[in-house]
């Protein structure tokens, strides 16, 4: 890990690289964690985090399964949803600045019973219907960004259903 005043100058003047989990179980149900930490604190929020220096994505995806879920899954177990612009008034320091991420999302689908979600970064989690996260108010923007393409074909489907 970097030392703290080097970390606050990167992401004070550079966007991070990330991977955002999209995690959906047997039913169709996508999980959420409630944010422990800024930015999106207290936010219900896709499991994620940052590509670190010289790691390569498909590490990073172990990696990050492994902390996030508790269990280690391969990059070649998703499939790339896409990049996503995630900006951010604040930042983990609680300074003054903003924080941008630039969030390569992938959707991943398992068995939920092969959890076990760590509490570090996110202290509450819950397995919510697409439809449900999208009118949630505590479900962050971002997160609903992965899922707008879905509320866009409901609403076509309702109008040609009519």
Same mark, same amino acid.
């Given at each position: 890990?970097? @030392?703290? &005043?080097? #970390? ?9 690289? $990330?991977?955002?989990? =999209? ?59 896409? @990049?996503? &612009?995630? #900006? ?9 600045? $903003?924080?941008?991420? =630039? ?60």
């Amino acid at each position: 890990m970097l @030392p703290l &005043d080097t #970390f606050k100058s990167i992401i004070k003047n550079t966007p991070l690289v $990330s991977i955002d989990l =999209v995690v959906y179980n047997q039913k169709g149900e996508v999980l959420l964690g409630k944010r422990n930490n800024r930015p999106a604190q207290g936010y219900w929020f896709v499991p994620g985090g940052r590509i670190l220096k010289d790691e390569s994505m498909a590490e990073a995806f172990k990696r990050l399964t492994l902390n996030e879920l508790g269990t280690e899954f391969t990059i070649l177990d998703a499939q790339l949803i896409g @990049p996503f &612009d995630h #900006f951010y008034t604040n930042n983990l320091t609680g300074e003054d600045f $903003s924080t941008h991420y =630039v969030a390569l999302g992938y959707r991943l689908t398992i068995d939920d019973e092969l959890l076990a979600l760590p509490t570090k970064q996110h202290n509450d989690y819950n397995w919510f219907g697409v439809e449900q996260l999208l009118e949630h108010p505590q479900v962050h923007k971002h997160t609903r960004w992965y899922f707008e393409p879905y509320a866009k074909q409901t609403v076509l489907r309702r109008k040609f259903l009519k």
